[in-house]
Structure formats: C-alpha cells, structure tokens
C-alpha cells in the first residue's frame, strides 16, 4: 500500500511549497521499487514541467497499470504520463 499525499491541486501545490523535481521523481521511484508485486528495474522516472513521465519496460501489462497507479497515489490523477513498454 503506498500513502496518499493529499493536495489540491497535488502536483503544482507541491511544487509552490518548496518541492523540487529531484523530490518528486525520487518520491515516485522509492515507492514504484518499494511495491512488492511491481519489478520496477527497468522504469526510468522523469520529469517535464507539472507532469511525471513512466518510461522502460515491464514484463506484463497489469504492471504498466500498477506503476501508473502508484506514480498517481503520489502526484495525483492527470499527472503521470505512462508510457511503459511490456516485453
């Protein structure tokens, strides 16, 4: 279970507050590697402006599903880009 962070709106008051990119993406990577039904050892984690970007690769579909969840438990719904690759 990963802990929601409650804002309004999350990303862009999280980032009036004093909260940096490096904060955001280092939040969203701990809890993607903290998951333990997610192998997240090939997701990079970046980020362009208000939103969050999921890229790499993941063996199975429901797992580009559960990283996007995560990534959204943290920076809120509408935030995160997946663009996550199954292989």
Known sequence: MVPRF???PPHEEARMKGHNT???????ESALHAAADLDATEII????????????????????ERALAIAEDIVGSGYVHCRLLVR
């Open 45 to 64: 984690v970046s980020t362009i402006g208000p939103s969050v970007i999921l890229e790499g690769f993941v063996s199975q579909w429901g797992d580009s």
């Open 6 to 8: 409650h804002s309004s």
């Open 22 to 28: 490096a904060a955001i993406r280092a939040s969203v």
